[in-house]
């Protein structure tokens, strides 16, 4: 009866993911050196994330004399948040080389809805009031982080480089 031509919101806003995830992560993935993987990146970046969101819980309680049950919410966000750590980190030796990387597929939700979460963080951070903007900042720092951290760890492993044999003789003598 009604015949439309576009793609349901769904589909576009995963095309979207995917192509941050291959036109602008993968290209920085690929470029990194190689002892420093974008796993091991991605890791720190999550590590650094539940870090930046524990300084935000801590100003809470200490700058503005909020008591820990006032901010239990949030505490058992960043609990859930160290969790999730935890999970990616024990389930890291499922990547390997040369295969399609599982966390592709398996972050895609994850990745979608971080997003929004980050830009929401950033936004509430521009326009709060003076006092909370220091509050504020780590946790628009630690939204940030996340979503880097978490595109980080969905992209592709780069296979070894190949070693070059040095010959012990050389051919070109005078």
Request: hydrophobic residues 50%.
């Amino acid at each position: 009866m009604f015949s439309n031509n576009k793609p349901p919101i769904s589909d576009r806003i995963l095309a979207l993911d995917l192509w941050l995830l291959d036109r602008f992560f993968q290209p920085i993935a690929d470029r990194l050196p190689e002892k420093w993987s974008a796993l091991k990146i991605g890791m720190s970046l999550q590590l650094g994330s539940l870090v930046f969101s524990a300084g935000s819980l801590i100003l809470l309680v200490l700058y503005f004399e909020m008591s820990v049950f006032s901010v239990l919410f949030n505490v058992m966000a960043w609990c859930l948040g160290v969790l999730f750590y935890l999970s990616i980190y024990r389930m890291q030796s499922i990547i390997r080389i040369g295969f399609l990387n599982p966390f592709r597929m398996m972050l895609a939700g994850i990745r979608i809805i971080s997003i929004p979460f980050a830009i929401y963080s950033i936004y509430l951070g521009i326009v709060a009031d003076q006092r909370f903007q220091e509050t504020l900042l780590l946790n628009s720092i630690s939204n940030t982080i996340f979503v880097f951290g978490i595109y980080l760890i969905s992209c592709q492993p780069n296979p070894p480089p190949e070693k070059k044999c040095q010959t012990v003789f050389s051919l070109n003598t005078m």
